[in-house]
């Protein structure tokens, strides 16, 4: 696993140090360290560019000796914090990986509900230690770099790997998901009958849900300039029902803080 | 120009011919709506049967064929300190563009004068727009085309044959040499007095079926005074800032750049990517400062460009009438609403 050793990278002739990286996960379905690891075609390429030491789901060393910390998954309990203040501790940068890490994902979808009842429902009777809430890293510490996506699109994880690299900076794109899906032209699901929410989503998964004829849930989070009011109109316009914005608004986290206030027009909730 | 009369069925056989040798564009039904009427886009096509010369109009116009989405622009190879670059146009063979509407080869004569006109031509346009064919068709005006208040309605020039429906046959516009070798190949005649009356009576009808229409008297100078007014603020609370209008528009050329290096270090791509001035960053500079951070200025610049800037440099706005942003905009914003918005200030 380890192809790292001894041999230097260069670009242009300068000497590119390969920082040690470890990949962590809270609580997750892991997705998004399998998205990273299933490009066989550029997974060696990919390797052979860091030095990975801790990384559960590939390998099973493990070390405290890290520049870099990819965090999956949402923190759900005490000793998740924990972990998480160590990572901190021990990583130059920490960058939260997937909606899970940078919004608390779908699991943050129990915030709403009756604690006891969710934990029945998912663990019976056994007993558990889980805290009330889902929450994002950013919570309890702070974050260098998120990742947006559920999950993260591995090109787009290749591409900023690769730039921390060799020292160019990061951009994330401001536009929303509509611009990709334009460019791939797409029928617009808008024009079929079904809701999207494309045009107030972070793009950079090239309108992967479009892509093939769904429409977009809102996992990589709101766009710079993401006009939440006018799409309520749009939908509502369109004919669907208010619940249907906010099912999709909800399911991922990035569009927590526009929730409250779109809760507060419903006639009565239940 | 000269002018023939095709007999319908022969236009499988003008379409035989030109695609002997080169890449055919052509309208096709790419599905339907919600309320079963169809949906056109243009596509590359070896088949005459897969078109529809009868298309309404397509959802993305045939820019993409000589300005695509994303096009990369140079590739790098990196071996030690040293790289090279290699520059490729993506273009082997010529297209034909068959049935394109007046709008949409007007748009193409408005491309020409920005990116081949210029002091610095566009290669990456010039290679694809060099040696294209284009065939225009005629069309019914839809509920949402204004083409004829932008004098888009008819095609002057800008297309090699341009074909008007007759009813059982074609009336031929030939413009070019190519153009009228390729129909000496087949059966055309000349027209009769009778074709020329109905050629006439065709073309007023048609501009009988216009329902919107844009005034653009003295719409340079309202949009200097009305630079200040609400009226913006109003269609900017609306407008999503997603860039759909622009990606739809066949006359908008923006671009960003993407530069991006490969996972091995060894390689490096070049990727021009179209751009929308409504996008948030479209004004943004090195260092973060943003000159339109607000979403009514960048959505007042886009109307800026068209029917001010450009007029007052080419003596003709950026937009021939298509209504495809209008269409397309799923915040509901049009041309000739935002237009009769901001005329209404002056009344
Ligand atoms: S399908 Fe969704 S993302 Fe695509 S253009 Fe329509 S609204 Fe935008
Ligand atoms: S289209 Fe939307 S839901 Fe689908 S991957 Fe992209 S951002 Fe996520
Ligand atoms: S005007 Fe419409 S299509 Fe254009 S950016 Fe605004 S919302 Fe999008
Ligand atoms: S601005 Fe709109 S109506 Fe004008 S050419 Fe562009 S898409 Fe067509
Ligand atoms: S500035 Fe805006 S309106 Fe003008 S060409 Fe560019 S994208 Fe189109």
Redesign the interface.
């Known amino acids: 696993m380890d192809s790292s050793v001894g041999r230097l990278?260069?670009?242009?002739?300068v000497p590119?140090s390969k920082p040690k990286v470890a990949f962590f996960e809270l609580t997750s379905c892991e997705g998004c360290q399998l998205q990273i690891l299933n490009n066989e075609a550029?997974l060696l390429?990919?390797l052979?560019?860091i030095q990975i030491v801790n990384f559960r789901e590939a390998m099973s060393e493990r070390s405290d000796d890290y520049e870099i910390a990819f965090v999956e998954g949402s923190v759900t309990r005490s000793d998740e914090v924990d972990r998480l203040l160590k990572i901190r501790r021990n990583a130059k940068t920490l960058i939260a990986l997937g909606s899970c890490a940078c919004f608390g994902g779908v699991n943050q979808l129990k915030n709403r509900l009756d604690p006891y009842w969710v934990s029945k429902e998912v663990y019976g009777n056994s007993s558990v230690e889980t805290n009330n809430k889902a929450k994002p890293l950013e919570a309890f510490v702070q974050i260098d770099l998120m990742i947006y996506g559920c999950p993260v699109r591995k090109e787009e994880v290749?591409?900023i790997v690769?730039?921390l690299?060799?020292g160019?900076e990061i951009h994330h794109l401001?536009?929303?998901v509509?611009?990709e899906c334009?460019?791939?032209?797409n029928?617009?699901l808008?024009?079929?009958?079904e809701p999207c929410l494309?045009?107030?989503t972070r793009a950079g998964c090239d309108s992967w849900c479009p892509n093939s004829r769904a429409g977009c849930w809102g996992c990589r989070g709101p766009?710079?300039?993401a006009?939440v009011?006018?799409?309520k109109k749009?939908m509502a316009e369109k004919g669907f029902d208010e619940n249907i914005l906010i099912d999709r608004l909800e399911c991922f986290g990035g569009f927590a803080p526009y929730i409250e206030e779109l809760r507060k027009g419903l006639p009565d909730e239940a | 120009m000269l002018f023939r009369v095709l007999r319908k069925e022969a236009v499988a056989d003008l379409f035989g011919l030109l695609a002997e040798s080169n890449r055919m564009v052509a309208p096709v039904q790419s599905g339907l709506d919600c309320l079963g009427s169809p949906l056109y886009a243009f596509k590359e096509v070896t088949d005459y049967y897969e078109i529809s010369l009868t298309y309404t109009t397509t959802k993305i116009p045939a820019k993409k064929f000589f300005m695509p989405f994303r096009e990369t622009m140079a590739t790098f190879i990196v071996a030690g300190k040293d790289w090279t670059k290699k520059i490729d146009l993506n273009i082997d063979r010529p297209f034909v563009v068959f049935g394109m509407h007046a709008c949409d080869i007007n748009a193409l004569n408005k491309l020409d004068k920005v990116l081949l006109g210029n002091f610095y031509p566009m290669p990456y346009y010039a290679a694809k727009r060099k040696n294209m064919f284009i065939v225009g068709i005629d069309c019914v005006p839809q509920p949402y085309c204004f083409c004829r208040s932008m004098g888009a309605d008819t095609a002057l020039h800008g297309f090699d044959i341009f074909l008007t429906d007759l009813g059982d046959h074609y009336f031929v516009e030939i413009l070019s040499d190519a153009a009228f070798n390729f129909l000496r190949q087949l059966s055309v005649s000349e027209p009769a007095e009778s074709d020329h009356a109905l050629y006439v009576k065709t073309v007023s009808a048609k501009n009988n079926k216009f329902s919107v229409r844009v005034d653009t008297t003295d719409l340079t100078k309202i949009l200097d005074m009305e630079f200040q007014s609400e009226v913006w603020e109003k269609w900017g609370k609306q407008c999503l800032s997603c860039g759909t209008c622009a990606n739809v528009c066949p006359t908008c050329y923006c671009y960003g750049v993407d530069e991006s290096v490969g996972l091995d270090l060894s390689r490096a791509t070049k990727t021009k990517l179209l751009y929308s001035c409504n996008l948030i960053d479209f004004a943004e500079i090195a260092g973060g400062h943003n000159f339109r951070p607000e979403s009514h200025s960048r959505l007042k610049y886009r109307y800026y460009h068209k029917h001010r800037g450009f007029v007052e440099a080419y003596e003709e706005a950026l937009c021939v009438g298509c209504g495809r942003c209008g269409e397309a905009c799923l915040a509901g914003i049009t041309v000739p609403e935002v237009i009769a918005s901001v005329r209404d200030q002056e009344s």
């Open positions: 990278k260069t670009y242009l002739g590119i550029t390429e990919f052979s560019l290749e591409k690769t730039n690299v060799i160019k401001k536009y929303p509509c611009m334009k460019a791939n032209e029928i617009c808008f024009d079929v009958g494309g045009p107030i766009a710079d300039a006009n009011d006018e799409m749009i």
